[in-house]
């Protein structure tokens, strides 16, 4: 959804295909792959320079891929297990037990939550961001407040020398989930993948009212 709002289709003489977090069994490989092999499941979140994941069939570097956990469906393993850490902010610190805290993974942002999260953070603390922030930054500045982005993609995008941590990170998620510390966040699955399909799925997102992931299986 993001990339189909922040660029400009005119400005590219081939189509696009969007879409990230995907799950699927594996159908070939290539020579030097040496982690799956055809018949694997496995799930992954895509690469901002190769096409996304609205499609039946995806080229995927190994190096970001890692196997479903067993207690989950596909389309489970496909919601990617987003959660919205950075929602625990001001009473809600407080509702789990803390006055404030020295880390913050601000996964989801909204308008104008900077100063929640510059109150909820002890002086000296660490904000990690994923999602685009908008807001001044300057409400951390008293407290000496380290602002850091983390984007997922930033080593497939740029093929750097730790991109197999991803296939690392995934492999840990995996046992996370089959020990039941972590759980999927689909909320809501809508059907095959089609044009209709996706056109609701981004207006839902879009909204601003979806809760959890929502997930399309199968064409």
Do not use: C
């Not at 990617?80 to 404030?100: M, N, Q, W």
């Amino acid at each position: 959804m993001k990339r189909r709002r922040s660029e400009d289709p005119d400005g590219h003489s081939d189509y696009r295909i969007l879409g990230y977090d995907a799950a699927g069994i594996v159908v070939a490989v290539g020579r030097e792959v040496s982690l799956f092999k055809p018949g694997d499941s496995v799930f992954y979140a895509g690469a901002m320079n190769r096409p996304g994941a609205n499609a039946e069939y995806h080229a995927v570097d190994e190096r970001i891929v890692g196997r479903i956990p067993g207690s989950l469906t596909s389309a489970e393993a496909a919601a990617h297990l987003h959660y919205d850490v950075g929602d625990l902010v001001g009473p809600e610190v407080k509702a789990i037990g803390f006055e404030s805290v020295d880390y913050v993974a601000a996964i989801t942002t909204t308008a104008r939550s900077g100063p929640d999260i510059a109150r909820a953070t002890n002086p000296q603390g660490h904000v990690t961001l994923i999602d685009n922030f908008d807001d001044s930054i300057a409400p951390f500045k008293p407290k000496s407040i380290t602002i850091s982005w983390a984007m997922m993609l930033t080593r497939s995008l740029f093929e750097t020398a730790d991109t197999d941590a991803q296939h690392r990170l995934l492999t840990e998620v995996s046992a996370l989930v089959d020990a039941g510390v972590l759980r999927t966040t689909l909320s809501q699955a809508s059907g095959p993948i089609n044009a209709e399909n996706l056109r609701k799925a981004h207006e839902t997102v879009e909204s601003g009212r979806a809760i959890g992931k929502i997930v399309l299986e199968g064409f």
